[in-house]
């Protein structure tokens, strides 16, 4: 069940139609998971900004690293130019150079990149050797194409599927999870959109919910395991609202607010980044607007605030999908070897909690 | 009352003895309060990382800035050399300079400091337009050095008080609020310091309680004012863990994951600044240390992640301390020159709250 | 002299009609020297970008910190809103408290600015101890007021004037310089000026003539004294090219370009701060603009490269213009309160070597 | 012949026995070049700080993005943990995938790394597109482990090699170069090396020698082709003094100084970046280090110039060692499939205006 339905529903803000990163308009999603044997539990996510072409199509991006351990890839270009040329994708940490090798080899064969000879691929990760033999490096290029070719409109699957086959959040089964805000016309009417790859750790809350400790899971218990709260998260945030890439990077900033909520312990160990990217025709990097000075849209600095709250809500929501929505998952400790196995969070200690009567 | 007697006391981790900054050994705190006739409500406050010559003695600080819509002074040198060489001044947005001519005319006088031509001086403010003229400018310098001469170790006065005399957040009275975070000696034994000026806005929740939906007072309600939760916050965040100046900056950046979880909206308009540093002689930059190459103390990267934890927690924990402990104030807002009274957090409906029977 | 008339013109690019940085329509500079006794040699230098109400119509701007051992004021405000509301001051290390009190009380004073009550100062400064007794502190508000008035359009007057009354370059008398270039058409006919307060040392070289080495005066001569090139400069560049703020940052980062020409060491005592803006009224944040989704003027990434020659070129040639228009200047060294003198630049010698005939 | 033999030395310092990074003691370098047909002039250079297992014993490191217009990959992990955990490798655009590939599985395999499952590649590139084509793809991971297999210290190949085999500089021939310089004991006696990979554009002057304006070939000449002097720079510094991450960066910093000084007009398409580490045995992060609270050495800030220095000069000579070095070579122009030919600087024509007769 998704957190919403479990009456799990933070902010004060409403959420889109199907309350998923394809709510904004044109953003696509593909995933593929890659499950093998007993020691294989990994896959890919591909996000698309749009279903064209994005190399000569650019949009305007922004990036936040929380905390960089980590080894998301395009960082600077992204930076540098505030633009995005290719599908996002995220998978597991020893994969990215596969992921990569997918994304060049696709934007260098779309129609009308015959003379292409630079490609910005950006490829973000989490750790899945807790499940997943990571050290095998089982996910090839093959396996990222397929993320890209099946994305599509419409609801995303969440949970243990495509990246988050084989992640772990807060010693519970993390994965993908998505969730949206659309604001009121008064607002802007814009509606910003979020899908994450969650596998961290800290102090689960939910909307409040004292999950971890009720449920007796949780960093630093005991003060046994200092580091058991390591690991990362991959945020992505789209929106239609026309903003500039600085505006985006102070977007995709907020989303970590969302994730400062649920608990998060940001350890030394994780690697959380955000990217962000704006979908709105009217600030598209066309070949015409790249080639001349240009006209373009932009929301002012003073009308950004109700987008922030947007962005820490949806991701919030997200990452309560991304766990809610996963299931029991056994594979192996890729360090190790040995078998692992973990659980998904128990909907009805979780729904107990959602529903105690309170007199507010 | 502080939030802990009210049984508000986020995370997993125990406070020190005051749960104050000043629980880190050395650190110094000092306040003015400015109140003058109807419409003067603002203040000084100065933190000291020790109580020698800091020029002289240097400390390694970090900086880390959520929002930037703000005038804090001093922010490149900090990260270039990694180090603070003055107080740090807290004050109103548009006294920052005779804030600073304070410092700089105190840090001139020190005996040693005979010969010195430079001086860093650390101002920051937040705006306390809402109860203060501020466009009169009534702080002046002697009034920041009577904050700085009066530091002292022991407990910090807290609330409406010196910085904090006529900030707000989330339309109740913010001002001034300190906490602590002492790790178990499993986890290194240090002592992790915070302090902070509040007055900023968003939906506030405490230790994940309602408070702002419950008691209807929240940014975006109706959204009728998409303005309203802009305001800032300054962090202090203070350590006795010989960090370098690099895992300073990363420490400081996690006291806004504990203001995320006080439900802050991180406006547009908020300027939201931490600075940490480190009180260890071990790191001390002394006038031996400066002048050729020596050893220093370093807690590697991997052992970082119960500090992150502890700057979370009392940074969460000294934001409320900030406004439980504040008072109903009257004052004029400076725009318009009307008068103005914001009205403290209601103490019993937030203790109802905190004390509701949940059979979690 | 200037740079151009002794036949030092780096670059390929033609400068403007007056090769200064009111080449850029619209941009005024005020200048203000403080010369008292036989030790104060100081003051103020305040650019412009338009002579309009600048906090109503702000300006886009960009933000570059080379190295950071300096006080430059406003930073994180103008990183994170992309924009400059206030006139741009120069002055001495010491002095910026009082300058920002003159940003401030004039900003306050403006008609149409009856309600503000936030204000981003920016001041830059380099150390002119060698020459002034900084530590008296003399610069008061009032002269900062003074230089912010007399601003106008038209030729700027360099060397050892304002803001560099008593700056020292590689051991010679530095101080104010300007230069500019204009595109031609066919690369967008955009002009770029800048104006410096050179203070810094190294190995000076010019349009890669050997001075420093050939007259015997350079960083690390002999090895003996480690620390003498220290020092600062502070750089403005103004463009009436339609720039977002992320290609006026990376405008600013050129500008370090042309001073690295020059022979700087970037010693670790120096802060190196450029400051960029654009006039263009294309891009100006008016109060239409900032209240509601508004189309701007912006000049793509792939045509900015012409702009960033032009602003390496100009940078350099103000450099040495703030040199070869200074003049001998005898002061007090602040440290120690006896008598100092720096000579200007031999020109003669420069014009020889300038002149020496070569068969390329 | 290398620039030294020539008579362009730029700079104060000496340079160290080799003039070459691997001055340093314990820097290996290795290089593969792959030539294939008529098109394929590519390759890999690797640089290692020391030949025992870089990821148990990880050295300090510092980055810096001049111009983020390129695909370096590992970036934010760097900068999070200030530390270089694999060999560097530089490669052509499109094969940096491959090339990580190659740096992830050789990490996996070195005795002591069988638990490892989180590995930082840092891989580097320039785009060789204008004789290599690059759109096949052709360097594998195979090809990236002989690099790294063959590295080595003592003389470095320099010129149209590794992963300089088909780059061009300022329209001339490019490749890698090398160079050093080695203190004099009273300012520390430390040794700066640096390695690039030159394949940019502008104004080419050498030491101050208008070479590119001489020879009539330059950026913006006649303004026909205002992109033209695209192109990136990979530079790598290294040090055996004790330095902070910190530090390293601000050295890497300085790097672009000596780059700017060989006239780079830094374009729009410029992917500049520089890495740097230090090899000192009193800074290396071991496995001791890396659990318990150590003791380190650290250069302070204020004795970092003369190493400022030393980044500037032996930055400015590895780039016209890259230059001088390289031989004429053909290939193929990837975005077209047509044949191209690149020349090597006329070396005659250099020396002639080398040993100009001056009276200086």
């Known amino acids: 069940q998704r957190s919403r339905d479990l009456g799990i529903a933070p902010g004060v803000l409403q959420p889109g139609k199907l309350n998923a990163i394809t709510d904004v308009p044109g953003v696509l999603v593909g995933q593929f998971s890659l499950i093998e044997g007993t020691d294989i539990r990994t896959g890919v996510t591909a996000i698309l900004p749009h279903g064209g072409n994005l190399y000569q199509h650019k949009v305007p991006a922004g990036l936040y690293v929380a905390n960089g351990y980590g080894k998301l890839s395009g960082i600077s270009q992204i930076r540098e130019l505030g633009e995005l040329e290719t599908p996002i994708l995220l998978t597991n940490t020893l994969s990215v150079p596969q992921a990569m090798e997918a994304v060049i080899g696709w934007t260098l064969k779309q129609p009308g990149n015959e003379q292409v000879v630079s490609v910005n691929a950006v490829v973000g990760e989490t750790n899945d050797s807790g ?10 290029a093959e396996h990222a194409l397929k993320a890209i070719l099946s994305a599509r409109a419409g609801p995303v699957e969440e949970g243990a599927v495509g990246a988050g086959t084989g992640t772990i959040a807060f010693g519970w089964k993390g994965g993908i999870g998505t969730g949206s805000r659309l604001l009121p016309e008064k607002l802007g009417g814009f509606t910003v959109g979020v899908l994450v790859q969650s596998n961290y750790g800290g102090i689960l809350q939910m909307d409040g919910l004292p999950v971890g400790k009720t449920l007796g899971q949780y960093y630093l218990k005991g003060a046994l395991d200092s580091d058991k709260a390591d690991g990362s998260i991959m945020i992505v945030v789209a929106t239609d609202a026309p903003l500039s890439d600085r505006n985006l990077t102070r977007l995709a900033k907020r989303a970590v607010a969302g994730l400062a909520r649920t608990g998060s312990s940001f350890t030394n160990g ?8 704006s979908t709105a025709e009217s600030v598209r990097r066309t070949p015409e607007r790249r080639s001349e000075v240009s006209t373009i849209a932009e929301l002012p600095n003073g009308l950004m605030s109700p987008l922030f709250q947007a962005a820490i809500e949806a991701t919030e929501e997200a990452i309560y999908n991304s766990m809610l929505m996963a299931t029991d998952t056994r594979g192996v400790r890729s360090a190790t070897g040995q078998a692992s196995q973990v659980k998904a969070l128990p909907l009805e200690a979780v729904k107990q909690m959602a529903e105690q009567p309170v007199s507010y």
Do not use: C, E, T
């Open 270 to 277: 994780s690697g959380d980044y955000v990217i962000s990217f």
């Open 131 to 140: 499940l997943n033999d990571i050290r095998k490096r089982a996910v090839k």
